[in-house]
């Protein structure tokens, strides 16, 4: 069955202090990952997909690896609106279309 | 260009009422999708709409679920005899649908609200 899980589920960060959110899937063969950036009471807001093993994206402070079995999502130098959830999701061959999320990890930046 | 709109932003409702909630995919996107977030949870995806294609219902909850999709456009989700479990905010997606939803980007709208009493 495939599974995707983040940690943490909350993190607490000061402005410019740099840390990483971990993304850990199990499937039977990667279609792509999908990173997405939640505010409260608003849709998932896409961010980034990563579709091979040794792929990178980034965007502003925002930088999105992929390994084998999990990717991470660094943030570097953070600001107080970087404060959101950030979603991982991964499709996977045996799926079909759906995306399978993860529950989140809930981060906050403190001026 | 628009994003994915949904409707209404937020529904309340009685137990047992049948609810309609409505969503509009970007234009020129093919591709729909419908999800379901409950508090503390991940999204679960419930029902995939491709073109003319039959839909992909394997997501679907129970039978008190259906969705429907006029050509490649509008979409409605029904909620038949609402139950408190039901509460959760009920997400759309849309991707352009070239690859078939395969390793496409799903962009998502702000979702409806829905609280079951």
């Known amino acids: 069955e495939d599974q995707v899980t983040q940690s943490p589920e909350a993190l607490r960060l000061q402005e410019g202090e740099s840390s990483s959110l971990n993304c850990s899937y199990t499937v039977s063969g990667l279609r792509g990952l999908f990173w997405y950036r939640q505010d409260p009471g608003k849709g998932p807001e896409f961010l980034f997909t990563l579709y091979s093993a040794g792929e990178e994206k980034e965007k502003e402070r925002l930088k999105a690896t992929l390994t084998k079995k999990e990717s991470f999502l660094h943030i570097t130098a953070p600001k107080p609106e970087d404060s959101a959830t950030y979603l991982c999701a991964v499709q996977a061959i045996n799926s079909g279309y759906a995306l399978n999320f993860g529950k989140g990890t809930s981060l906050l930046v403190t001026p | 260009g628009a994003g994915v709109s949904q409707s209404p932003s937020n529904k309340v409702t009685e137990k047992g009422k049948d609810v309609e909630l409505r969503c509009d995919p970007i234009?020129?996107?093919?591709?729909l999708y419908w999800y379901r977030q409950r508090l503390g949870q991940g999204l679960e995806f419930l029902i995939y709409f491709q073109g003319n294609s039959a839909p992909d219902k394997s997501g679907l909850p129970s039978d008190r679920f259906s969705a429907e999709r006029t050509g490649e456009s509008v979409s409605t989700l029904t909620i038949q005899r609402t139950q408190q479990e039901d509460s959760a905010v009920y997400l759309c997606?849309?991707?352009?649908?070239?690859?078939?939803?395969?390793?496409?980007?799903?962009?998502f709208g702000p979702g409806t609200r829905l609280l079951v009493l």
């Open positions: 997606a849309s991707s352009h649908g070239l690859a078939g939803g395969y390793q496409e980007t799903q962009y």
């Open positions: 234009s020129g996107h093919t591709a």
